[in-house]
């Protein structure tokens, strides 16, 4: 079972700035993205950045150019740089992969962390 754990967010006034961690636990697995999703109170979740095992990376719209997200895959962890936040960055941040699972038999699954707070003020 994999399992995926958050750490980094907080309180921080605008302009401030934050890291998230993500890193994944478990056996019996290989991990092919990893990322950063995040919803806001009576919003949809959305895509903050992604990056996979080829390093390719997607950044959402409404982080470009203000976040940066990074990766250790030999550790199975995530890292999402954010900064100049402002106000409307203020939500629960969510980590998920796509993993491969090899056992008993290979299938793709996508995995979610519980979520960490970030919270913006004016």
């Known amino acids: 079972q994999v399992q995926l754990v958050e750490s980094g967010g907080g309180l921080v006034q605008a302009g401030g700035s934050l890291r998230l961690s993500c890193a994944g636990s478990?056996?019996?697995?290989?991990?092919?993205?990893m990322g950063w999703y995040r919803q806001a109170p009576g919003k949809q979740r959305e895509l903050v950045a992604s990056?996979?095992?080829?390093?390719?990376?997607t950044y959402g719209d409404s982080v470009k150019g203000r976040s940066t997200i990074s990766s250790d895959y030999a550790k199975n962890t995530v890292y999402l740089q954010m900064n100049s936040l402002i106000p409307e960055d203020t939500a629960v941040y969510f980590c998920?992969?796509?993993?491969?699972?090899?056992?008993?038999?290979?299938?793709?699954?996508?995995?979610w962390g519980q979520g960490t707070q970030v919270t913006v003020s004016s």
């Open positions: 990056i996979n095992s080829d390093s390719k990376i």
């Open positions: 998920n992969a796509d993993i491969v699972v090899l056992t008993p038999n290979s299938h793709l699954v996508r995995a």
């Open positions: 478990g056996s019996g697995f290989i991990i092919n993205s």
